[in-house]
């Protein structure tokens, strides 16, 4: 029993990271802007939120250095595909390569190093409840932000009048502009907070989650939070509920390894990629019920007249 609250205590971890950028990819392709640079802008946001929880101590800070560097790179994007009209999917390639290499320039020097312990937290009472204390109440405080950002947003696009006109903009970004909206501005501040959750989420693996820096720390994860979306047809709690399905296939590796299962390590590794691909094998397969769910003018460019 207590190893099974150990598993949903680390699967809820692992799959936080996957929220939060899955979330912020969300917003970005509710806006219709598809941003393959993900994997590029979590790992510079890695790096910078690492540098600043090393020479700082603060968490706070971290976050916040990730939250910028996301937001950065996520502006240069938004400008080159909103305002200069570059194809959304061949600058979002370049933008995953560039946040590769550049993050593995700037931490040469923070390579190997590790940050300093932190005082484990847990909610007063609820963590002495016997399970579902150490599996649901003794979580780093950003799992706990994952789910309320998840009900934040998924009130934001479907009871307020801003997420409303943002959902339009996806939809019909002619007719919201013959409306009087201002496409461009919208679509360019969607990416930026889509980019800054992006940021929070990759500073969460280099922080928090693995608070060390090693180069291609983020391993995949911005394109599986990309493939959340889809995942679950641009709905957030779904993305949420996903997030934690693919930290539960990622955890399992390590629960086989340590119940001495005779398979393969690299193997194991593989799961949460190959259940990936299989998840998005089986939605390709009723390719109506996407074309339903998702934005009409998603990966579309759009040039007012």
Known sequence: MNELA?????????????????????LNEKAGILNLGAEGIMLVAAIAGFAAAFYSGSDILAFAAGAAAGAVLAAIFALLVIWLNTNQYATGLA???????????????????????????????????????????????????????????AWFLYRSRAGLVLRAVGESPESAHALGYPV????????????????????????????????????????????LTTFATWRPARVLLGAYLFGGVTMLQFAAQGAGVDISSQLLAMLPYIATIVVL???SRNPLWIRINMPASLGQPFHPG
Do not use: N
């Open 184 to 227: 461009r501005r919208i679509r360019f501040f969607a990416v930026v907070a889509g980019g800054a959750l992006c940021g929070v989420a990759g500073a969460f693996l280099s922080v928090v989650y693995a608070p060390l820096w090693v180069e291609g720390l983020v391993a995949g994860r911005g394109w599986i939070a990309l493939a």
């Open 95 to 153: 933008m995953s390569l560039f946040g590769a290499g550049f993050s593995a320039f700037v931490g040469v020097g923070m390579v190997g190093k590790k940050l300093s312990d932190r005082t484990p937290f847990e909610v007063p009472f609820l963590a002495d409840i016997p399970f579902v204390g150490p599996a649901f109440f003794k979580q780093h405080p950003m799992v706990y932000v994952a789910i309320a950002l998840m009900a934040g947003l």
């Open 281 to 283: 094998a089986i939605i």
């Open 6 to 26: 150990l598993l949903l205590a680390a699967t809820l971890a692992s799959g936080t990271p996957l929220a939060i950028a899955g979330l912020g990819l969300l």
